[in-house]
Every structure is written in C-alpha cells, then in structure tokens.
C-alpha cells in the first residue's frame, strides 16, 4: 500500500502507508448483538439465559488470529532489540518502542509534507530511537525561561522542543520536575511522557491513588557539593503538568537488588475501575486550569503479568468491549467474556502491570 503527495513545488513523492495504518488494516470488526432476544448463537457469539432472565454472552468467536509483523519491521527500523522474533520482553519497554517508533514515522511524514518545519522533536520516556549523526547536532535544544509562580517567587523552567503527532495527542502528557536548593532559584524541566512511572516498592503503598501520592511527594537528594565542596540541602518534586486524554499507569514491579539481581513484586495494588486525579497531584500553575471533567478517567484495558520471575512469565489483557458494553479477557489467540468485578480482582498468579485510563468526557 502506498500514496501519492503533492508537496509545494508541485513534486509528487511516493510513500509507503505508515505501520499503525498497516496493523490497524489487519483487524477485522468482530460481530456483536446489540440485545440478544433468544438463547442460542448469534453473530458469533453464544449468548445463554441466566437464572435471573438475563441475557449474557457467555462466548465469543474472534477472527483469525495474525503475527504482528509490522510491528516487527517497525522495531527493526528504529534499531530495537525487541524486534528479534520470539524474545521474552518487557510489556512496558515494548509499548514505549511501539508508540515511539510510530511518534517518529509521523514526525517523518510531517516533515516530508511540511519540510519548513525545522524543530528538533522530542522523544517522551521510554527507550529512544538511535538518531543519525546530522541529527545529534540538532537534539537535545531546551527553551528557557524565568517564571513567576505564587508568592512571587521565580524559578527558571526548562522544557524541550516537541513536535506534536496523533500519537502525542492521544497518550502525550507532560510532568514538572523541580529542584530546590538552598540560595538558589528553583530550577524546573517539563518533561514529556507516554507511560506515568509508578514507583509502588514501599509497604505503604497499597493502592494506585497512593502510588500517584508518592510520586508527587518532595524528597531528598543526597551527594550535592557546593563549589567550596560542602555539601548542600537539595530536595525535588515531581508534579503533574499536562494530563494526556488517555493516561497509561505503569506500576514498576520490577526492581533490581544487589544481592538477587532484578526481582518481581508480588504484591497486589488495587485500582479502581474510575479514577479521580487529584488536584494536589497537578503543578500549581495548572491546577485552576483542569476542571474536575478533564481529571476524572475509565479504565478501559489491563495487562497483566503471570509468574514469579522477573526473567520469564507471560503477559495476558482484559479490555472494554464498546460494542459488547463489557470487558474481554484476551489470552494470545484465545479470548472470553468476562465480568467487571473480575478485571479488578486480585490474584498471586495475575499482577496487574499496565493499567490503560481514558478521560470520560472522551467516551
């Protein structure tokens, strides 16, 4: 599949269609009733009375399943490791190559429509595509400015050129790193994000509302010197500055120890099906700005991590169904139709690791 652009001086360049049009292209739309109104099959789904008289799908009958190979060719392109066939991988590490790969291939295609447009782009967290070497020289360009805050207190913010794409529109938000040291102007960064990075190791931490409260919380910084080499009070905080419409929680389960290398977390964390941002989660400058409609979110999709092991396991997903109006659990090729109290129960064999939201007033 290719198309045809004509750019400004009447040229008309040939390019391939982009991977995510490519994969999207592979799905087909799996057939669901809206109201079954007798037992038996319908549409490729078995649909069984309750003792209530309920109507419930209790089966479903998917497509063929299919290898994402342009994912493959994607990974290969920006030079992944992960793109080697068969390698047990990271859930987190893949999503953050796959949205970053398909931020860059936009940011190519924008390029070659719009050539003046000549901003070094910003990769959010997540491992980074390998740049050329004319590109390095480019990277890396920081805005800088003094702004007031409350009080009238200044601080010198820093944050990195970015160039939007529909992969940033949808899953981009932003957080406000700041510094604080003793005699000196607060020093902030805005740094963008795909995944929100929840650190959940403490025994406090048993839920996701206090893992968000703990990333927010001020620490300590310890090894900072002043230049007559005597060392200094530094402390940071971290703070929500821009929420994206859909906001991907990755709860850190793998942690490395000096005695037994890289470990998995066991422990369960409870998230709720709607969840609330806080405004205390949110930098002081933007807290009047978000309304209480664009901090609330659904959960709309879990991936899941099953085993013990921090080297192995197998990773499984529940999602909403919109035309089903319920959740599926999606096991490789095999897929079920399952109750909601089912996506939030905690078991020792299933931990929750990806935990996908989407703000309501989008549903």
């Not at 001086?9 to 799905?27: G, I, K, Y």
């Not at 299919?66 to 793109?83: A, D, G, M, Q």
């Not at 102007?185 to 025994?203: G, H, M, N, R, V």
């Not at 200094?232 to 906001?247: K, N």
Request: proline fraction near 5%; charge should be neutral.
């Amino acid at each position: 599949m290719s198309r045809r652009v004509l750019i400004s001086d009447h040229r008309c360049v040939h390019f391939s269609a982009p991977t995510s049009v490519r994969l999207v292209n592979e799905f087909n739309n799996m057939p669901v009733p809206s109201k079954p109104k007798h037992q038996g099959t319908n549409a490729g789904l078995l649909v069984q009375s309750s003792a209530a008289g309920d109507k419930i799908v209790k089966d479903i009958r998917p497509g063929v399943p299919f290898e994402p190979t342009y994912i493959y060719r994607l990974l290969k392109l920006i030079k992944s490791s992960l793109s080697e066939k068969g390698r047990q991988e990271d859930a987190e590490e893949y999503l953050g190559f796959t949205l970053n790969g398909l931020h860059e291939e936009m940011l190519a295609l924008k390029k070659l429509i719009s050539p003046n447009e000549d901003k070094a782009p910003t990769t959010p967290n997540g491992p980074e595509a390998q740049p050329d070497e004319e590109d390095k020289q480019e990277e890396g360009s920081e805005e800088e400015w003094e702004q007031v805050g409350p009080r009238n207190k200044t601080s010198i913010t820093r944050q990195a050129d970015f160039v939007s794409t529909p992969i940033t529109d949808i899953f981009g938000g932003h957080i406000r790193s700041v510094v604080y040291q003793q005699n000196s102007k607060e020093s902030a960064t805005l740094q963008p994000f795909f995944t929100l990075q929840l650190d959940i190791q403490s025994e406090k931490i048993r839920t996701v509302q206090e893992a968000l409260e703990t990333l927010v919380a001020r620490e300590s910084v310890q090894g900072y010197t002043s230049k007559t080499k005597q060392e200094i009070e530094v402390s940071r905080r971290v703070t929500l500055e821009e929420l994206p419409p859909v906001l991907v929680l990755h709860l850190k389960r793998f942690v490395f120890e000096k005695t037994g290398g890289c470990q998995k977390l066991i422990k369960n964390i409870d998230y709720p099906v709607d969840l609330e941002i806080s405004k205390d989660l949110l930098s002081t400058g933007v807290r009047s700005k978000v309304v209480k409609g664009l901090r609330v979110y659904r959960l709309f999709a879990v991936v899941y991590h099953h085993g013990n092991s921090a080297t192995g396991g197998h990773y499984t997903t529940d999602v909403f169904h919109i035309g089903l109006n319920g959740w599926l659990r999606i096991d490789d090729q095999a897929v079920k139709v399952i109750h909601q109290y089912q996506v939030v129960k905690q078991i020792a064999e299933r931990t929750a690791y990806l935990l996908y939201y989407r703000r309501v007033d989008l549903l």
